[in-house]
């Protein structure tokens, strides 16, 4: 996944958290993010990747963010966040 691709999945992302008004009520208290942040985020790939962070910690959130945006790789969203900045895998050996 390249990063460009990976930011238009991010941005999709935030455009289904404000709409899920319990959700984003949630990450906006476990993030410390606020309303204005969310609408500066968009062009912000690092804001972007812990939106995905925040999206991958539940496997319900990630099935139902694919299933109401037409993505049909469950897998898509962890991979645009390992294309994203922060992202990378680290190998410690």
């Known amino acids: 996944m390249t990063p460009e691709i990976a930011q238009t999945l991010a941005v999709q ?3 289904w958290l404000i709409g899920e008004d ?4 949630v990450f906006l208290g476990a993030s ?3 309303e204005q942040d ?3 985020g968009v062009r912000d790939p690092v ?3 812990s939106l995905l962070d925040f999206i991958c910690m539940d496997d319900a959130w990630v099935t139902r963010f694919c299933d109401e945006n037409g993505i049909l790789n469950y897998m898509d969203p962890m991979m645009a966040r390992q ?3 922060g992202g990378e895998q680290v190998n410690w050996t």
């Open 47 to 49: 804001f972007l990747g």
């Open 38 to 40: 969310l609408r500066n």
């Open 83 to 85: 294309a994203l900045p």
């Open 22 to 25: 319990d959700l984003r009520d």
């Open 32 to 34: 410390g993010a606020s």
């Open 13 to 15: 992302a935030l455009a």
